[in-house]
């Protein structure tokens, strides 16, 4: 092997590193250079070339370019995979979320389901495995299972359905005996399951989807795990926003447990089971009516505003003792309430917003939505300079910053967030989260039971302020201390 490190400069890392990242979204900044540089290497002496210059040719010019860079690529792809990977989600995706697709397709008898970046296959055939298990009568329900990637020898493993020991490393062992025969110190996949899963090549980066050529229109179901986490920023969104327009109204996502920011997928309804946070369209889009203009202070009339559809979050400065002593909880149509008085006498009391406020906070927060987050974060900013004890505001900025990436930035809003109400809990939650990210520990625990300790005695039900449609049993279940 030649002694790559001696020949590949900075600047052709750099050159490589944003020649893949425009072909695929994959990432090879900080750590990851490395990688970048050993394919580069490997990739070197396979096509014995003598300069990683002459690679770059081989790679962009030429009819052969499109298919050398193609394999180049997939040389720098993760394959790592394994049947029924993190048992949460499959138990999640067991006990609610196919019954609740089952349940709500059983008049139709049509289920598709999307596993994107499947790697060789183990988790689009889990649930073709989990699907035989729910669905006694499946030959009479015309299910789709389709499976991508952008590495093809991944995806003809798939195909193929020979898989090692290391593939069965969370399997239960009856699953694996029913589902499997030993051959040649290889487990072959019964036919029949093999034949419900579709394999197909489909790179996240272009523009194909969702579409009717490429089959990815009108999904229930997509799993996106384990992929964003190698991907840009600015990739990370494009494909959340394009596999959104994938699913049909009500239709779920999931995405690993170690993906970025949930910021990433506000439009999106979060729904969190026992250690599995999970994704899902809103049944009725929100209409996107304001536009920046309304920033300009000028205050809209609620009732207006009231007809449209619920917005999936909104000011809502209520702390949760409200729900604890039994003030019925709703989601809220018309933007923040009035109530605020009713905080926990311990905190310091939030302002009650006008509707000027209101019509203000929803502005920002649907740029926000929209992705246009340099607007928005002025637009908060703003907005918590005209109302400085409004809580949500506060939130608000916590979740654009955490959205650009300043991290230090989203930690000062939102400690300002519950330093104004002490009793939003999202706030707490949201500073849990970002501690646990920063490695933080202790701290995040400290937020998870300050978390714990405001929903205490709240019905379980009741929807938590500001939570997407969280009800407290759902948050209470995230931080780990549902009963
Ligand atoms: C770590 S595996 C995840 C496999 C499976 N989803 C899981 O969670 O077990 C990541 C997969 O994403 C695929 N991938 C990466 N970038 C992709 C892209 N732009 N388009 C399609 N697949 C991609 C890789 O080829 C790899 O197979």
Redesign the pocket.
Known sequence: MMAVTAVVSEADLQRFADLVRSR???EFSGPRRVDLERAIGRALVEWRLPMPDALYTHLTEGAAAPAALEAFIASL?????YFF?NQPQFEALEQHILPDLIARRRDQRRLRIW?A???SG??PYSLAILLRRLLPDLTSWDVTILA????RS?LEKGQRGFYTAWSFRETPAEVQAQYFTARNGLFELAPQVRSQVTFAY????DDCYPSASTNTQDMDLI?F???LI?FGEEMARRVIERLYEALVPGGWLLV?HAEPSIALFSRFITRAFPNAIVYQKPEQEQSVALQPEVLASQPEAPRARSRRPEPRVSARPVSLAAASRGTPSRPISGGPTRSSASATPSSPVPAAPSDDLAARYQAVRQLADQAQLELARRSVEALVKQAPLFAPAYYLQGLILQELGDFEGALVALRRCVYVDAGFVMGHFALANLYARAGQAERGRRHREQVARLLAGAPVSALVPEGDGMTVGDLLRAVGTAA
Do not use: H, I, K
């Open positions: 695929s979204g994959l792809t993760v394959p790592e995979t990977r596993s970046g499947c790697a183990e988790e991508t990637d952008l590495n991944l489909l790179n996240l980066a799993l795990r384990n992929v190698y690993g």
